[in-house]
């Protein structure tokens, strides 16, 4: 892996405090070490909201932002489903990149905290996300939305979250989403370097800021079972049937263990027959939308994020006739 001077810099401050952790048995210490390595820094321009929707007799926090109104696109919304392998992250240690989300792409930013593992394995992560999807499409008007423009996004283990919940809402017979934004998404089961079928696992799951063991242990306090392994909701390529997906666009990282994983994901439904775009960032890593700075990755994925996003109405009510 051949890393640039400013990859290897941000890998160094990234990992210097968490890297040495054994996830499984201290995840509560990688749970402070993470919050602490991601300090709110930017301010937005307005004030967030704080909110909570309602699952199964609990209630799910969420955060939402609000885009500066001369930059917003009107009727858009991306609900955001944040990473840290189902284990570690929460709405306040990703306040900035949804600042950052809403600034850059004009659209309202709902975050979703979700509940994590291991106190709640699969599916209670996925159930909140899924209450949040639906108490937004059911509250559209509230938040000023149109329904049609409702984009999922989210990041490694979020990007594994939207891709199961638009698999259920279709199985359901719900409202699918009409877009799905899939940031170095967890899409497989088996991250073992000696029986992963995927390139990417043995060739950067190692010196990196995420490794293929880590993600073994991720997979292992996120399942309740083994069973769980071979479930599409829990790993997306298990599914055998990926018709009637959103607008899917798939960005990954050059030396990311899941960069393959997530392009399969993408591969499968295109062939399915849904509209698919995917991009390869160069020189990058998991994780790279939570670098600080504005880096050239995170421009990079921008720029790809608000081209995707620059779809009619007309382009979107075309793709929903197509896929009913």
């Known amino acids: ?60 926090p969420v955060r939402i932002f609000t885009p500066d109104g001369s930059k917003r696109r009107p009727g858009d919304l991306l609900l955001f489903f944040h990473g840290g392998g189902w284990v570690l992250g929460d709405i306040d240690s990703y306040n900035d990149v949804c600042i950052l989300m809403a600034r850059l792409t004009g659209c309202q930013v709902i975050s979703v905290d979700y509940r994590l593992a291991p106190e709640h394995p699969f599916p209670a992560g996925l159930q909140d ?31 594994n979250l939207a ?82 997906q959103p607008k ?9 263990p899941l960069r393959d994983e997530g392009e399969a994901y993408g591969q499968k439904l295109k062939n399915a027959g849904n509209v698919v775009e995917m991009h390869r960032i160069p020189d990058c890593l998991h994780g790279f939308l939570s670098l600080p700075g504005y880096p050239v990755p995170v421009r990079t994925a921008y720029q790809y994020i608000n081209a995707f996003l620059d779809v009619t109405e007309h382009s979107v009510q075309q793709w929903e006739e197509k896929r009913s």
């Open 129 to 159: 996300c899924l209450a949040a999807v639906s108490s937004v499409f059911l509250h559209a008007d509230t938040f000023s939305v149109d329904a049609s423009r409702i984009t999922l996004i989210g990041d490694s283990a979020g990007g």
């Open 1 to 60: 892996m051949a890393f640039s001077k400013p990859m290897r810099f941000a890998i160094s401050a990234l990992t210097r405090n968490t890297s040495k952790i054994n996830i499984k048995k201290s995840y509560k210490l990688a749970r402070r070490f993470d919050r602490a390595a991601h300090p709110s820094l930017l301010q937005p321009l307005y004030r967030p909201w704080n909110q909570v929707v309602f699952c199964q007799g609990h209630e799910v």
């Open 163 to 244: 891709a199961a919940v638009s698999l259920v809402l279709r199985d359901q017979g719900k409202t699918v989403p009409a877009r799905q934004i899939l940031l170095y998404p967890s899409t497989h089961y088996d991250h073992n370097p000696k029986t992963s079928p995927y390139v990417s696992i043995r060739t950067n799951g190692w010196n990196n800021m995420l490794t293929s063991q880590r993600v073994e242990d991720y997979v292992d306090l996120y399942k309740s079972s083994d069973e769980d392994l071979h479930n599409p909701y829990f790993a997306p390529l298990n599914e055998t049937d990926c018709s009637r």
């Open 248 to 256: 899917t666009l798939v960005l990954t990282a050059e030396f990311d």
